[in-house]
């Protein structure tokens, strides 16, 4: 990675950590609701794959712990807020919530709360894409216990026997809510299990963002020349529960210690600084600013936006009528 | 106008429209090579070739979330699931992602997909092969299902559907593939919604959708020739939504609804027409309004019992005569 590049990474990197940390603070103040999973601990993981691939162009899906995904391909982070705030501005218009951002403009496909759900989902836009001979990719980012989804070995036969440009990007933070991985998935390497459809995989560590860089263009690479699918399983930890109501009591907090020792934006951090391309100064004042903007711009833009109209509480189940009269009333011209 | 069969008119549809649109596309089991379990897709590989017409692994919730993601990308796919039956291993991607896409992106992203399947009892298929599940469909917001019984309308609701932005779950039957009706020769885009007046009369309302259409008509040919009730059948292809109007209207009209299902009564077609009867016209009523259905049962195999499962013109006859008090 260029310095340039490892430099704004690092300043992309705390926001997605600081917004996380500040929807924690927003759901403890009841003014988000539902379900909330966050990212902090993984974040090398989302922003080393999209370093490498072409966000805004390739096309992202996700599973339920989607905001820092949104972000990263290009959502405004006071849109994903202010959904999480159930807002007629946030970026499904307070229809989706946490679970479901979605940002079409810049081709992040969505968030999906079912597991497993998007794997069949990217393949097929990955379909799409070999069908109108665009150059994009698909990209499938889920965790580790969506691998044991009738989905995944469904898809992965497709995609091998079809040739469809997606990556899968594996987080394997080694839990599915509370149940260790080697307590529900007879193979416990995730990169292992596709070799049975024949489609190439790789693993490396998923907190150093110049390893998961590295790894991820020779992923990105191989999907992008027409080769097919590639499978790329990342070695990653969440550090908070998996959602909200989550004391972790099936794991010690000497484990947890020994992850954040780990820290993907201490490590990055730690390496500029080493390097004399920042200091300790200027990164604690990158927090302060990060903090200030979420403060002053993204939580104010949340807070102040309208609540959607009850009147329009039946919009977007269908398309909008008049645009479908032709084949409603079959009175096609 | 040309006489052709169901499942032609099914190939037809599906032919002009991969021939207008480079992004329709259709998927499914052996739907390909070998032409469709019902050849309702025949001829169409050897026209369009395998990235088109797409034999599918035997994976039912995979490709179906597969055609789900190609449609938020403009193709058009149609999905054939051999048999309804199997449907229930596609809801997930059918209810989880296509029907609610578009809410939950607040309108951002569409699932312009079209669902075929085969549903209903054929001869002695059995307990995993002949249910009805058109009930299970109806109910789910965000998602069109619709129902054709006749060629005409198998071909007309195919074109329609492939065209509109909604996802479309199409309800075929088994025992219908096979026959013959009137098919515009031009193009002809049948309506998604409404209902149709199959035959009119003025003393009861049957309703059908599907077979049971033929089954009302039946019924209203032997009412009218050996009893002098004038039936009118009024045929529910759209099952989602339903033609509120068109039920208030005949039933304004005859004053007395009978509801023909081949599917089992709980949570179906008919409880539903009722419960829009009660809505809509409740005080037009000179009749409780009765249902026609199926047993309760798991589809048995033995044929004498099959054939008790399931209703057919006799009992709508039945029904009625009991509703005027002549039986
Ligand atoms: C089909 C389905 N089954 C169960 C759940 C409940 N659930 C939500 S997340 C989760 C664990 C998934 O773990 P993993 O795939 O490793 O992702 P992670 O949360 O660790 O990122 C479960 C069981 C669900 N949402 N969908
Ligand atoms: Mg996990």
Redesign the interface.
Known sequence: MKIEDKKRVLREMVLHRRFEERCYQAYIERKIGGFLHLYPGQEACCNGVMEAARPGHD?V?TGYRDHVHAIKCGADPKEVMAELYGKET????????SM?I????HRF??G?A?VG?P??????????????GGDEI?ICFLGDAANNQ??FH??M??AA??KLPVLFVCENNLYGIGTAIDRSTAVVHQHKRVAAYNIPADECDGQDIEVVYEHARKAVDHVRSGKGPYFLELLTYRYRGHSMSDSRGYRSREEEEMWKQRDPIFILRDRLIAAGEMTMADYEALEKETDAYIENEVIRFAEESPEPRVEDLE?????ERE??L???????A | MAQIMYWEAIQRAHDEEMARDPLVICMGEDIGVAGGTYKATKGLYEKYGPLRVMDTPISENGFTGLAVGASFLGVRPIVEIMSVNFAWLAMDQMFNSAAKVRYMSGGQLAAPCVFRSAGGAAHQLGAQHSARMEKVFMGIAGLRVVTPSNPKQAYGLLKSAVRCDDPVFINEHELMYNMKGEVPDGEYFHPLEGSEIARSGTDVTLFGYNISVHWCLKAAEILDKQYGISAEVVDLYSLSPLDRDGIRKSVSKTHRAVIAEEDEAPVGVGSEVIAIINEECFFELDAAPVRVHSALVPQPYNHTLEKAAIPDHEDVVKAVLKMFGKA
């Open positions: 096309y899906i946030g970026s499904s218009k307070g229809r989706g919530g479901h979605f940002d079409v403009a496909m969505g999906y079912l759900g794997f069949p989902l990217a393949a097929g836009m990955a379909k799409a894409i070999q069908l109108k698909a009738g989905t469904e898809t036969n497709m026997l079809w919009k977007y189940v269908l398309a645009t479908q032709p084949w409603l009333t079959g009175k096609a």
